[in-house]
């Protein structure tokens, strides 16, 4: 953290006179980032009594938490990285106390002691853990290495235009990463009662869901991208609306397939995909680098190699590797994955059909015409798109006001 920190000023094109400020804004976010994994420790109560609402909404909590600082902290003083920075990590010390208060109050039996520690299980957990942290290295060179090479290639000013498109694709990978953490654990849960058969449906159920519900936001983002960069940010960014679509098109693959990864960690084989990652990882910084510098493309040569080296491994390697562990037909999730791309394209479609006979030129526009897509599509695919297991599965997690469902198929 310190190393990287210090350095921070020296590995990025930023204005002069704000070295210092650059430095403060990576240690304390990186800081903010370590009480968040410590915090993850005492969340294991919450998984452990079904509690996912106490889960996000800790976690709508620390997002709010930055919002209020940052806005308290500029209308105090004036605005500085800095703040920023400090505004992380103190809503992540607060969130961690209020987690560890709560995950008390859930399981009040529930001792942490060092003395508790069994040493003997370090090794076998260790062997795991360092090949998700390799796998977790190479994830970072695919989603942020492109933000720093065009930083580096094309200077702060085209990089802040490139990062404004890149937050749509950074909340989509949250939302997301919700869903399969939803999702995880139910296939976690199949693995230890030996169940086979049910990892395989609640799998290919899975990524089918994660398409199919994926598909909505991807779909609308793309068909309304002018008009979306434009209420937002203004009409000057407009033009970034191929940007959008080459940042956000593939995440309907490469987002779908999430679930597959609890797959890997369930039968323990995490090693073979953590070296792939790592290598097809270091092949799109090397591809995003010989676009930048080498064609015409400029930036858009760099968003071009994260879409084909990322989504090359997550079409091709992810699900055949699942189904290799498994012993089961290599196609086994080839269809699952195709509900996600189809769905994306008629959303996409009707977007850009409606937004071309019906200008859309304001927000509350921009939601009406969503939100008739939204309605429309929602219906369909609850009575054609889902199956009566999948339907299960969705109303499984609904309260039990809304769902007839006791418990999941």
Known sequence: ???VSYSAPFLFRIPEGQGFEVTL????VLSSVLVQEFRSNFTNTFYASNRLDVINGLNILVTLLQVVFIV?????ASPMLGLVGLAYLLASLITLVATVVVSRRLSPGLKVSARDIDRTRLWHLGGMS???VVNQVGALLYLYIDLIVVNIFFGPVIGGRYAVVLAWGTVLRGIAGNLAGIIGPMILIAYARGKSDQVIQ???SAVKMMGITLALPIGLILGFSPQILTLWVGPDYASLSPLMWVLVIHLIINLAVLPLFTINIAYNKVKIPGIVTVLMGTGNLVLAVALAALTPLGYLGVALAGLVMLTSKNALFTPWYATKVMEI????FTRSILFGAISVAGIAAAA???GY???VTSIVRLVACSGIITVLYLLVIWFRGFSPFERGLITSYLPRALSREDQCP
């Open 352 to 354: 850009l059909v409606t």
């Open 202 to 204: 609640i799998s290919k």
């Open 130 to 132: 360092w090949w998700v």
């Open 1 to 3: 953290m310190i190393v």
């Open 357 to 359: 006979y019906f200008p």
């Open 72 to 76: 308290a902290f500029f209308t105090v």
């Open 25 to 28: 804004l990576f240690l304390m």
């Open 329 to 332: 037909p290599s196609h086994t």
